[in-house]
């Protein structure tokens, strides 16, 4: 069972530079999440989505775009790289039902360089 | 708004030390509270969760109470190993139609080192 994959692992971009992050789920989870974590900030929610085909703003969406084409995949965009962008970027995913209840289930990460 | 309240580390220790981690919060509702576990190079894992008063979530020797009326959800563990080292994080999760919504709160993280 693989749980959340996040898809590269490493990248390394100069400023100005477009990208898309993939993340996928194989839980049959209706919740996902993006995530980035910066020393001394803690996690910070960026965009996330309750199912297929919808998504919202999270605590710092500006400068990223999402899309939740199916509902195993969640896909993070950066459409103009800026330095303060260098990031690790975490994917999560949870259930639906007693939502409130359910733990995120999260990937290993993606550590992405702007230069 | 929800908000969680770690104690700042890093917090070091000798093996086989008893651990603290304090967490408080504040919520709207009635939330599920939870501690995660984030090891070097790797995503946050849950550790354990509460979602009532006074449950006590266990799981790999650490436990936490969840205790209304101080609004704390503390981590302890009796006897620490040097593979305990890692980032602990506490969250919560409010319930729906109390105002709340389903994305967690998470508390900054506190970082455990433990020397042999």
């Known amino acids: 069972n693989a749980g959340v994959t996040q898809t590269p692992k490493f990248r390394v971009l100069k400023t100005g530079q477009s990208m898309t992050l993939l993340c996928a789920q194989d839980?049959?989870?209706?919740?996902m999440y993006w995530y980035r974590q910066d020393p001394g900030m803690g996690l910070r929610l960026i965009h996330y989505?309750?199912?297929?085909?919808?998504?919202a703003k999270g605590e710092v969406p500006d400068g990223y775009n999402v899309s939740r084409l199916k509902k195993q995949n969640f896909l993070l965009g950066l459409e103009s790289a800026a330095p303060s962008q260098t990031s690790v970027y975490f994917c999560?995913?949870?259930?639906?039902?007693?939502?409130?209840?359910?733990?995120?289930?999260f990937g290993d990460g993606t550590r992405l360089s702007i230069l | 708004g929800d908000s969680v309240t770690q104690m700042e580390g890093p917090v070091t220790l000798s093996e086989e030390a008893f651990l603290t981690i304090n967490c408080t919060y504040t919520?709207?509702?009635?939330?599920?509270l939870f501690w995660y576990v984030q090891y070097p190079g790797e995503g946050l894992q849950l550790l354990l969760k509460?979602?009532?008063?006074?449950d006590k979530g266990s799981n790999k020797g650490f436990e936490a109470t969840y205790r209304k009326e101080t609004t704390s959800f503390h981590l302890e563990k009796g006897s620490v190993q040097v593979s305990d080292s890692a980032v602990y994080f506490c969250?919560?999760?409010?319930?729906?139609?109390?105002?709340?919504?389903?994305?967690?709160?998470f508390g900054r993280g506190t970082s455990l080192i433990v020397h042999p």
């Open positions: 999560a995913s949870s259930y639906l039902a007693g939502a409130a209840t359910q733990p995120q289930h």
């Open positions: 509460a979602t009532k008063a006074d």
């Open positions: 839980m049959n989870h209706e919740y």
């Open positions: 989505s309750v199912g297929e085909g919808t998504t």
């Open positions: 919520a709207t509702g009635y939330p599920s």
């Open positions: 969250a919560l999760s409010d319930r729906p139609g109390r105002g709340g919504s389903y994305i967690p709160t």
